[in-house]
């Protein structure tokens, strides 16, 4: 059953393929106060608008580097996009990543969450295949441009990983010897704790986010977590690698050399389809300017803040709107 | 440090294995039939989200002539306890699956479960609240469906002419909106973040309102992670606060006159995504597309740029006050009443302003 191939140099002899391998899934955005509507043609100009790490990727890469730090092995970077990614994943190498993949096919294009994350999860097994295996998968909990937050949850699902979403930390989990691993709080009766969850593989312990609290899970490797925004402190890079980053060698795939389906990826492999583009900013306001000293405009302020929480609000509003 | 012979009991490749390798969603879109609501609980008690999502797929449901489920998932205690709320809500059918490993919320059982549900009944649509757990699963148990899924909907409407469900989604940048569908993949997925749709007023019980129960079984193949522990303090309901008021980037890190402000009129203090993100205000006081959707009768919106992520979070209010140094910021095209000047000059006058009116009043 064992096909792994641990312990066998990497074949593309960067580094060999023994130890803890984590990938972080990474994507290039423009930054979305910078994104500028041309109102005549109602389309995005993204023109003007600088290109960043999406923001919570960096959060899923702190915590990669942050776990290689402490517990040894390799960190890859896997990205999805043209070209141009490429000086973003080499930031990546600076900030302390030792491999950069970048999956580029005009065939990628127009790829919904469905072919966007199998299209990734490919990238994954190529890279499984290339390294001896994938030990922990590590995406932000969402990209800022899209803001679904589906991709992780897809990826996993593609592979067949257990999953956590919005994760604040990770440990490896005590040993096998099973001291200190218990199932509580789960609602179900385990007679043997330790032994019902004491895993060959090696584990983990997540802390994953929720509304108003937090939660704590045991979780065997392989596995893919996002990485909840805010988690950490992503580090800055580091100069006296960049020297070296900005020359190094990204690893670009294509379509084939991930085997990739042609019917899965792309335009052809999403399920969606985008029906319509419409303005935004449904409700009318009445986008009124209130001028004056600072003491006027306090008053004005203090009144209508009044009117809107009772009942005098009309004429309140009409008062200011009159000055 | 992991060393490969610790390994050596592992018997997994990361390699694809999904259902989803099939390429193809479990049924033909003519045979999808019916809206599906999932009711999401926890320990026996909803989410609030699960309701407004009843609200409006009673509406869809209307206009498409189909009958409208609420599904339930979780432990025969659990659910025991919820039928007859859950019949109260409006719905045509409710449908229960029920195992013990269903008594947390864990990804795998609960997506095979749904799953399991999902292949036997045939939905033709499928509604989740955009919660923690409503995101977690949907996007796994989209893949594992081959189907379409459109997050985070602002709103969802019926394409008359084919009857098929029509998501709108904030797209980056100031304004523009997308509408998303899903022509051919069954069931069509979408999530919507709590708040967006008001809980109905009142709801009534539907005179042929049905309960059944639908066989699913699990395995410990899908019980692969273990809660070993859940903290859940009382959060903070922003989307019933009658007022809030909003930091933005331009509060610089300072929250004090904000929550001050907050205070003085009985508001929550909310956020943006770029005050979250520098730790100035907690996740869970987050406005916007990707925080919670509000719908106050006030919200003051300070040093805060705009963007239609964040505006649309604002969109329901019913008034909108903005404070913003910078002119041509977006946030004045979706205020009611503006003041283009540096909040912390007008704030501490508004502040005394209000404090005199209050001991004026006592």
Same mark, same amino acid.
Not at chain 2, 256 to 265: F, G, R, S
């Given at each position: 059953?064992?096909?792994?191939n ?9 580094y060999p ?5 984590l990938v972080?899934c990474?994507?290039?955005v423009?930054?979305p106060?910078e ?12 023109? &003007?608008?600088r ?7 960096m959060?899923?890469l ?7 730090d402490?517990?040894?092995?390799r960190v &890859?970077?896997?990205?999805?996009g ?9 930031v ?10 970048l ?16 299209t990734l999860a490919?990238g ?5 295949q290339?390294?001896g295996n ?8 969402? &990209? ?9 949850a897809g ?5 067949g ?10 440990s490896l989990?005590?040993s096998?010897?099973?001291?200190g ?8 009766v ?13 584990s983990?312990?997540?802390h994953?986010?929720?509304r108003?609290g937090?939660?704590?899970?045991h ?9 909840a ?9 580091d100069?006296?690698?960049?020297t070296?980053?900005k020359?190094a ?5 294509d379509?084939?050399?991930v ?5 899965l990826i792309?335009a052809p ?9 419409e303005?935004?900013g449904?409700?009318?306001r009445r ?6 000293? &600072?003491?006027?405009t306090?008053r ?5 803040i009044?009117?809107?929480?009772s009942?005098?609000?009309?004429q309140?509003?009409?008062e200011?709107?009159?000055r | 440090?992991?060393q490969a ?7 997994t490749?990361t390699r694809?294995?999904s259902?989803?390798l099939a ?13 599906w609501?999932w009711?999401e609980?926890?320990?026996g008690?909803l *989410?609030?989200?699960g ?5 409006k797929?009673?509406?869809l ?6 009958? %409208? ?13 919820l039928?007859?709320?859950?019949l109260?809500?409006?719905?045509d ?7 013990p ?10 997506t095979?479960?749904m799953?399991?549900?999902? +292949?036997?009944e045939r939905? $033709?649509?499928l %509604?989740?609240?955009a ?8 996007g796994?148990?989209a ?5 379409g ?8 409407s019926?394409?008359p002419?084919?009857g098929?469900l029509?998501?709108?989604v ?6 523009i909106?997308? %509408?998303i569908k899903?022509p051919v993949h ?10 967006v ?9 539907r005179?042929q309102?049905a ?5 699913? !079984? ?5 019980? +692969?992670?273990?809660?070993?522990e ?8 922003l989307?019933?606060a009658? $007022?809030v008021?909003?930091g933005?980037?331009?509060l610089r890190g300072d929250f004090h ?6 205070? %003085? ?11 979250v993100? !520098? ?9 916007g597309?990707?925080?919670t959707?509000? +719908? ?6 300070c040093?805060?740029?705009g963007?239609?992520q ?16 910078d002119?041509?910021?977006p946030i ?7 003041v ?7 704030l501490?006058?508004?502040?005394a *302003?209000?404090?005199?009116a209050e001991r004026?009043?006592?």
């Amino acid at each position: 059953m064992l096909d792994r191939n641990v312990g066998m140099p990497g074949t593309n002899g960067h580094y060999p393929s023994t130890g803890f391998h984590l990938v972080v899934c990474v994507k290039a955005v423009p930054k979305p106060e910078e994104v500028r509507v041309n109102q005549e043609t109602r389309t995005l100009d993204r023109g &003007s608008a600088r290109t960043e790490i999406n923001p919570s990727d960096m959060h899923a890469l702190e915590m990669a580097l942050a776990l290689r730090d402490r517990y040894g092995g390799r960190v &890859s970077l896997l990205s999805m996009g043209p070209p141009l990614f490429v000086p973003y994943l080499q930031v990546g190498l600076a900030m302390g990543a030792d491999g950069a993949y970048l999956l580029s096919d005009r065939a990628f294009g127009g790829a919904d969450t469905l072919a966007t994350s199998y299209t990734l999860a490919k990238g994954i097994e190529r890279l499984a295949q290339q390294m001896g295996n994938c030990d922990l998968i590590l995406c932000g909990e969402e &990209s800022s441009d899209g803001a679904t937050g589906q991709v992780p949850a897809g990826i996993a699902e593609w592979l067949g990983l257990p999953q956590v979403t919005f994760v604040t930390k990770v440990s490896l989990a005590t040993s096998a010897n099973g001291d200190g691993v218990r199932i509580a709080g789960d609602g179900m009766v385990v007679a043997q704790p330790d032994r019902a969850i004491q895993a060959e593989a090696p584990s983990i312990q997540v802390h994953r986010e929720l509304r108003g609290g937090h939660e704590l899970l045991h979780v065997p490797l392989p596995a893919l977590l996002s990485v909840a925004t805010g988690a950490n402190v992503p580090r800055f890079l580091d100069p006296a690698r960049w020297t070296w980053a900005k020359k190094a060698e990204v690893t670009v795939w294509d379509a084939p050399a991930v085997a990739a389906d042609p019917a899965l990826i792309g335009a052809p492999g999403s399920a969606t389809q985008v029906a319509g583009l419409e303005q935004g900013g449904r409700s009318e306001r009445r986008r009124h300017q209130i001028h004056g000293t &600072s003491t006027e405009t306090a008053r004005a302020l203090a009144a209508l803040i009044r009117g809107a929480l009772s009942i005098e609000r009309g004429q309140n509003e009409r008062e200011v709107e009159r000055r | 440090m992991v060393q490969a012979e610790e390994r050596k009991g592992m018997t997994t490749t990361t390699r694809l294995r999904s259902p989803a390798l099939a390429g193809r969603s479990p049924y033909p879109p003519e045979e999808g039939r019916g809206l599906w609501v999932w009711l999401e609980q926890h320990d026996g008690v909803l *989410e609030g989200v699960g309701r407004e999502l009843l609200g409006k797929g009673r509406m869809l449901a209307d206009a498409l002539g189909v009958p %409208l489920a609420a599904v339930l998932l979780g432990n025969r205690q659990h659910l025991a306890g919820l039928v007859e709320e859950a019949l109260s809500l409006g719905a045509d059918e409710v449908l229960l699956g029920m195992d013990p490993l269903l008594s947390r919320y864990t990804t795998e059982p609960y997506t095979a479960a749904m799953d399991q549900l999902v +292949r036997a009944e045939r939905p $033709a649509i499928l %509604l989740l609240g955009a919660t923690y757990d409503g995101r977690d699963l949907a996007g796994r148990l989209a893949v594992r469906l081959y189907t379409g899924l459109t997050a985070d909907c602002t709103d969802l409407s019926i394409e008359p002419e084919t009857g098929l469900l029509v998501g709108r989604v904030a797209g980056f940048g100031g304004g523009i909106e997308a %509408l998303i569908k899903c022509p051919v993949h069954r069931p069509q997925m979408a999530t919507v973040r709590p708040g967006v749709f008001a809980s109905p007023a009142t709801s009534h019980q539907r005179p042929q309102a049905a309960v059944r129960e639908i066989a699913i !079984q699990l395995g410990a193949a899908d019980r +692969r992670v273990h809660v070993l522990e859940r903290v859940v303090h009382e959060g903070i309901d922003l989307t019933r606060a009658p $007022a809030v008021v909003v930091g933005g980037g331009g509060l610089r890190g300072d929250f004090h006159l904000i929550e001050d402000l907050a205070t %003085l009129i009985d508001a929550e203090v909310g956020a943006t995504r770029v005050a979250v993100d !520098q730790g100035w205000a907690p996740r869970e006081r987050q406005i916007g597309q990707t925080g919670t959707m509000v +719908r106050p009768r006030l919200a003051i919106a300070c040093g805060v740029s705009g963007a239609s992520q964040f505006t649309v979070g604002i969109d329901a209010a019913e008034m909108v006050i903005a404070i913003n140094t910078d002119a041509e910021a977006p946030i004045f095209d979706v205020a009611d009443y503006a003041v283009v000047d540096d909040l912390f000059k007008v704030l501490p006058p508004l502040l005394a *302003e209000l404090r005199q009116a209050e001991r004026g009043a006592v």
